[in-house]
């Protein structure tokens, strides 16, 4: 690496983002301080958001091009903000990288970092840069805010709630069996079938839920609200646990894109275990009364997104259900992405 730390931050950040966006942000101070300087917006809450994308857990040369790797990171921590209902206003970028990292592959993830954070508003005003042992680290970290009193959190399930989910869910987690199936380096997918490509984009371009989150937010009808990191399975149960309730699927109601639904037979797998234990999606799966459920989606539809209603909230227990199609309830797993887990 011939450039010191501050020539790559510089090469990476500077002029990258309109002075407008950053002027209507109320910037201060951006990159080059100690620290950065923002307004604070009176009546509004801070909303504050991180995550991780580390080389060959999150992704590797052979899943995602250097700029989707920077997209996802973006849109992966900017769609915890979208899960609160909140705006996001501000992102900091923490990069690791192995001394020897190609320049080239900075610079593509910061072309990516910026596409999104320039697609949802967001200012970019620090971040952090290390060296690692081996492979590229990033974290993103992004506040946004709320107004007062008005965040949807994962624990507001209530008895008699419909359950819904903003798309299509386990698209990115088929996507992403197909990349691994390929094993070329991104660089040089090409090949994919008409039907496989919208799988593939669920997966290195996820879309953050911002104007779905603020819609649910203004309607003022959304209990709780959570988004697909690590499957429809683990974040239904993230709410009934935190809810003191029971989510039961319908598996009937669960929609699943064509696109799914043939690779899934390809593989000789059921689409739902793409859907329920697969994850990255990114859409936000919440709940609301069942009163407000129509009203909530000719919203949706007037703002061109959908709403799916694909079960209720119970108090008859505390996990997550299935109503399958043969009439049979079955009990859920709590399985999804896990670290440290076997799974
Ligand atoms: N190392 C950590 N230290 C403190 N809090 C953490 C740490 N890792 C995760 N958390 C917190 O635990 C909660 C769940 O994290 P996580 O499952 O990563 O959320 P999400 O799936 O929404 O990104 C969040 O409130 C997060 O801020
Ligand atoms: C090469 C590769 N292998 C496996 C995966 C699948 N994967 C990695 S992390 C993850 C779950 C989501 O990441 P996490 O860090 O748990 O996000 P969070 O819940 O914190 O938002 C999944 C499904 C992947 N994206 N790429
Ligand atoms: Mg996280
Ligand atoms: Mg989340
Ligand atoms: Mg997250």
């Known amino acids: ?23 209507s942000n109320g910037v201060v101070a951006g990159i080059g301080d100690d620290a950065a300087v923002t307004e604070w917006t009176p009546g509004m809450q801070m909303v504050v958001t991180c995550d991780t994308m580390v080389e060959e857990i999150h992704f590797k040369t052979i899943t995602m091009r250097d700029s989707d790797v920077g997209f996802k990171a973006m849109a992966a921590a900017v769609s915890d903000i979208a899960a609160m209902g909140a705006i996001p206003k501000y992102a900091l970028i923490s990069i690791s990288q192995p001394k020897n990292a190609k320049e080239q592959r900075l610079q593509g993830i910061y072309d990516g970092l910026y596409e999104c954070a320039d697609l949802w508003n967001v200012a970019v005003i620090g971040g952090d840069t290390t060296s690692s042992l081996s492979g590229i680290s990033i974290t993103v970290t992004v506040i946004g805010e709320v107004e007062n009193g008005k965040a949807l959190l994962r624990s507001a399930a209530q008895t008699g709630d419909i359950v819904f989910v903003t798309g299509y869910p386990g698209c990115s987690s088929a996507g992403l069996d197909l990349l691994l199936q390929k094993n070329t380096p991104a660089e040089q997918w090409g090949g994919f079938q008409p039907l496989q490509i919208p799988l593939v984009q669920a997966h290195t371009r996820p879309v953050p839920q911002i104007t779905a989150g603020r819609l649910l937010q203004q309607l003022g009808s959304c209990h709780a609200l959570n988004d697909v990191s690590d499957g429809i399975a683990s974040e239904a ?23 799914l639904q043939a690779h899934a037979y390809s593989v000789r797998k059921d689409p739902l275990d793409f859907v329920l234990y697969g994850g990255e999606d990114y859409l936000l799966i919440g709940t609301m009364p069942a009163d407000r459920a129509l009203d909530a989606q000719l919203k949706f539809s007037e703002a061109g997104l ?33 670290h440290f887990g076997k799974e």
């Open 1 to 23: 690496m011939s450039k010191g730390e501050f020539d790559l931050i510089r090469a990476w950040t500077s002029g990258r983002q309109a002075p407008s966006l950053l002027r």
């Open 237 to 259: 149960w993230e709410i009934a646990e935190a809810s003191g309730r029971g989510v039961d699927l319908i598996e009937d109601r669960i929609p699943i894109a064509a696109e």
């Open 306 to 338: 959908s709403l799916h209603v694909i079960g209720y909230i119970t108090g008859d227990h505390n996990g997550v259900r299935m109503a399958k199609s043969d009439g049979l309830l079955e009990a859920v797993p709590k399985r999804g992405y896990n």
